[in-house]
């Protein structure tokens, strides 16, 4: 009796019990419902603030359905004539990765490393099952309507490598990014290199959004200050106007990635037949929309041509980097050995690859079709994209790590001393000192030109 009494009646997770798999399976069907309903109470809500709505509370959901799908990569039909939409809306599709990614985390920390399958699985059947749900109920007639085996592929898809990526992140094993830098002899592949080029690869993307941030802002100054093309849009109601704010919002990620392929110069399609970049602007009939009225007008490019500064400028930071790396100094803690100057040229031309196949695989998800035939596809040109990124990069990247390094392990870098301050207090002990000197040298010019100081 007394033992059974010491036994305790619920076992914690992670214990000899283990976490229940149908706990798993709730977590995925909570996490796919929790971001069905971030899309859905907005559309909601325009319904209610719509006077004379066409559809019922029915179509609202399909609608939120398909915007979910939507924003899981999966391509749906419009219209009578089933025109294609396969335009992703990013900042949909990245809520709903944030998500898997902490679930995904958080199934793996309970169950631990002894069973590392049997959660992530569960997990994702949950989030599958709530798909599958929502893809059969958005597939009947409709303005909108799902393509359920399509939709279906790219919800699995993507739930399966956010949530192994998560389960991945937290194992306490390093994860190599970079395994095809192993194969490298020791000679050309020393310490710190791999995780060196990531860094700077992530600079170096990091500073192309920037240059795409800034592209957008500065076409929508030109765009208020001369009027635009798009104000017809502020003439329809308040609900009307809303529904294109937040859409426009949705989409927003979607139009800063355009401006990074417009500021790497190959720039973008909205339509067949049709260009937009810094050489040159051919555009036909534009659908009327908020970020439709950021295009530039028709003709050369004139002074837009200096959009092409933005990815240099984006490419010194990843030089920086790359060249102390090259240089022994990776932190301000710890040290390590110069690399050889091909190592460096190899290491940057690395970060070079690694950031255009990135940028050719974003710009190939910002982009998709919005019809049939003339809208078949807008967006960046995947290839041109990944080429141009890399080719700024490089451009940049190899001269730049190599000054950074040469200067770095010159013998006048050398000979700072060992007990030289840093930080703010050396800044403040450097500018006290250049004080002081200024100071006397006035005193002794002035002691000279009253006659009164040495002759030399």
């Known amino acids: 009796m007394t033992q059974l009494m010491d036994r305790p009646i619920l076992e914690a997770p ?43 509370a029915a179509g609202v959901t399909r609608l939120a359905g398909v915007l979910w799908l939507l924003g899981h990569g999966g391509p749906v039909l419009r219209g009578s004539r089933d025109a294609p939409l396969t335009v992703t809306p990013l900042l949909l599709g990245a809520l709903a990765a944030v998500r898997l990614y902490r679930a995904g985390a958080g199934v793996a920390a309970r169950r631990g490393l002894r069973s590392r399958w049997g959660g992530p699985l569960a997990l994702w059947a949950g989030y599958w099952a709530v798909a599958v749900g929502v893809a059969l109920n958005c597939a009947g007639a409709g303005p909108f309507r799902s393509r359920v085996l399509p939709d279906l592929l790219a919800v699995g898809l993507l739930a399966a490598l956010v949530t192994a990526v998560g389960v991945r992140s937290a194992r306490p094993a ?75 919002v949705v989409l927003l990620p979607n139009a800063v990635l355009w401006g990074a392929a417009y500021a790497l110069g190959p720039g973008f399609k909205v339509g ?40 240099l400028l984006a490419g010194l930071v990843p030089a920086v980097l790359l060249g102390r790396a090259a240089a022994g100094r990776c932190s301000r803690y710890e040290d390590g050995d110069p690399w050889r100057p091909a190592v460096t040229v190899v290491a940057a031309l ?20 919005l019809a049939g035939e003339r809208m078949a596809w807008l967006g960046p040109v995947p290839w041109w994209t990944g080429l141009a990124a890399a080719g700024w ?37 450097c500018a006290r000192r250049s004080a002081l000197r200024l100071r006397a040298r006035t005193y002794v010019l002035v002691l000279r030109l009253s006659g009164r100081g040495p002759a030399d």
Do not use: N
């Open 174 to 248: 390093p994860v190599t990014v970079l395994p095809l830098l192993d194969r490298i002899p020791a000679d050309w592949r020393p310490t710190g290199v791999a995780a060196a080029v990531r860094r700077a690869a992530g600079a170096a993307g990091a500073g192309l959004v920037a240059a795409g941030g800034v592209s957008v802002s500065v076409a929508a100054l030109d765009t208020v200050a001369g009027g635009g093309h798009g104000t017809a849009l502020l003439r329809g109601g308040p609900a009307a106007l809303l529904g294109l704010l937040l859409l426009t």
């Open 14 to 56: 992670g214990q000899s019990g283990g976490y229940p798999v149908l706990a798993d399976l709730l977590t995925g069907v909570r996490t796919a419902l929790v971001g069905l309903a971030v899309v859905t109470v907005p559309v909601l809500g325009l319904w209610i603030v719509t006077p004379y709505a066409d559809s019922g």
């Open 350 to 369: 690395a970060a070079a690859l690694l950031l255009g196949a990135g940028a050719a695989a974003l710009g190939w998800l910002s982009g998709g079709a």
């Open 393 to 429: 990069l490089a451009l940049v990247a190899v001269p730049g790590a190599l000054l950074v390094r040469h200067r770095a392990l010159s013998p006048r870098a050398d000979r700072t001393p060992a007990h030289a301050p840093v930080g703010y207090a050396g800044l403040a002990v």
């Open 272 to 311: 067949t037949g049709t260009l937009v970049s810094p050489g040159g602007t051919e555009l036909g009939p534009v659908p009327e929309f908020p970020l439709f009225a950021l295009l530039p007008q028709e003709g050369p490019g004139g002074w837009r041509l200096a959009v092409l500064v933005l990815p």
